[in-house]
């Protein structure tokens, strides 16, 4: 089939990328799902960070790509011997798909599974097959899913059922967002007990980090960021207190646990240096490859402190959406909070920027008239 959808054509464009227009609105032939795939109809997609690392390269992927791995839709097809999902089923599609019996898996999320990551390094989907071409040309699959086009093709191991209720936007922010920040807390820091938590950067995934706090009943909440509004934003999603980075090193207090969602060197220094002793710092943050940091090895050890990395949470989806889906349907998860606005496809260059100049939190494309 044929369908409408966003390739990056080449990454490391100059900005704005509404000039240089990376991203090709394109007609892509589709194949039909092969054993243990579905066809998923799109409905709506979340613009995230880890789409714009490859739009200006600092995540470097084999191109053409159809860009978008946040995303949620309803089956509309069934591959050869699929058996646990129906046609008509609303999912969630995530871009780390688990095998269930490598070494990364047995680890219960703290690991990436190894044959998911491959194949997402590749442009493929899980296992290596390739659904995706245009005009002969093939085109790769952005981490198993290609989320930003009207239909996508993925494997069974990239998608979570969810209820029918739950609205588009915040179905498709589960996949990426909420898991990512949200598991900081969850899967990470494990909050019960906890006395004080701070996040430093506060794009979606901060404040994913910060409403899953919120609804996990953890009390002393700080939100960590450069920009005014992102703290004002904050404290409206239920931060206790904010603060800009060199604020909240020149104070005194100091945090049982830190979330760094920023992707900065600079920013995971910080979080490093507000972590009280015996307390955990927490980096979800995707820096650029060559980036370096600074911090102070003896208080690692002197301070029996904790210095955590975490990848998509830390989580494995088919567990955690379905407790982000039970706290956002007790009305304690403020998944709302995080959509900044609804666009259309043939916006995403000018979003891109947006993103870009830390003006959103998640832009939502609709693909529903």
Known sequence: MTIRGAVLERAGLP?????????SISEVQLDPPGPGEVLVKTSAAGLCHSDLSVVNNNRPRPLPMLLGHESAGTIVQLGPGVEDFRIGQHVVMTFLPRCGECEGCRTNGIIPCEVGSASNN???LMGGTRRLSRNGEIIQHHLGVSGFADHAVVSTRSIVPIGDDVPWSIAAIFGCAILTGGGAVLNEIK?????SLAVVGLG????AAII?????????????????????MALELGATAVATPAEAEASRTRFSAVVEAAGHPKALETAFTITKPGGITVTVGLPAPNSVIQIDPLAITSQARRLHGSYLGSAVPSVDIPTYEKLW?????NAEGLVSSHIKLDDINEAMDNLADGLALRQIIDFED
């Open 122 to 124: 590749e442009g493929t």
């Open 191 to 195: 909050p019960e007990p906890l006395d």
């Open 329 to 333: 349907r007790a009305g304690t998860l």
């Open 204 to 207: 979606g995934v901060g404040m």
């Open 212 to 232: 899953t706090a919120k609804a996990l009943g953890v009390r002393e909440i700080v939100g960590i960021d450069m920009q005014e509004s992102k703290c004002e």
């Open 15 to 23: 900005r704005p990328y509404a000039s240089s227009r990376p991203i």
